[in-house]
């Protein structure tokens, strides 16, 4: 057994031969950690994709950078 098959990459057809699938394995959700889906992929569900993108909106992610916020000029 190679690294390979131990990672569960490579499987064998019916007379032994290997098949080796055209994509990766699907990667879990980044939110709850269930198998993605097709419709909602990277994420599970609608739910998880929608809490995804409510913790961009209020500010939960960020990307980081050294540049300093503009001035406001409307006094806020």
């Given at each position: 057994?190679?690294?390979s098959d131990?990672?569960?990459?490579?499987?064998?057809?019916r007379?032994?031969?290997?098949?080796i699938p055209?994509r990766a394995?699907?990667?879990?959700?980044p939110i709850?950690?269930?198998p993605?889906?097709?419709?909602?992929?990277?994420?599970?569900?609608?739910?998880?994709a929608?809490?995804?993108?409510?913790?961009?909106?209020?500010?939960?992610?960020r990307?980081?950078t050294?540049?300093?916020?503009?001035?406001?000029?409307d006094?806020e």
């Amino acid at each position: 057994m190679d690294a390979s098959d131990a990672e569960g990459m490579l499987t064998r057809d019916r007379e032994g031969a290997e098949v080796i699938p055209l994509r990766a394995p699907r990667s879990p959700c980044p939110i709850c950690g269930a198998p993605a889906t097709r419709a909602n992929r990277p994420f599970c569900s609608r739910r998880c994709a929608d809490l995804d993108l409510g913790k961009w909106l209020n500010g939960s992610y960020r990307i980081e950078t050294d540049e300093a916020p503009p001035d406001r000029e409307d006094g806020e």
